[in-house]
């Protein structure tokens, strides 16, 4: 079973950046897609970015589009997370997961299909 370790999360004012790493405890094969969502108090979970793994194709949330970049690096079994010009409705925590969605992208963006999630990490944006 592949273990999820993220790191990088913090405190920044807007307009700051962070990268969120995220390490995955081995290579798998089967793992299609790694990618990242958040989780505000008293708000629903949400997808923010996502990349698949052999293919490279990326998708994002129109709330990160043109602000955050998803990249993997296979070789560290690494996705980061870069976050520039961040605002205060970023402050979540953010979860790294990996799994097997189908090819839609309804179902890459179903929190089921990931069967590895890390512990999350915090990001506070302040104003």
């Known amino acids: 079973q592949v273990k999820l370790v993220e790191s990088g999360g913090g405190s920044v004012q807007a307009g700051g950046s962070l990268r969120l790493s995220c390490v995955a405890s081995?290579?798998?094969?089967?793992?299609?897609?790694m990618g990242w969502f958040r989780q505000a108090p008293g708000k629903e979970r949400e997808a923010v970015a996502f990349i698949y793994s052999r293919l490279r194709s990326t998708w994002y949330a129109d709330s990160v589009k043109g602000r955050f970049t998803i990249s993997q690096d296979n070789a560290k079994n690494t996705v980061y997370l870069q976050m520039a010009s961040l605002k205060p409705e970023d402050t979540a925590i953010y979860y790294c997961v990996a799994g097997s969605p189908p090819g839609t992208i309804a179902d890459m963006l179903t929190p089921q299909w990931y069967n590895e999630w890390g512990q999350g990490t915090q990001v506070t944006v302040s104003s």
């Open positions: 081995e290579y798998t094969y089967s793992v299609k897609c």
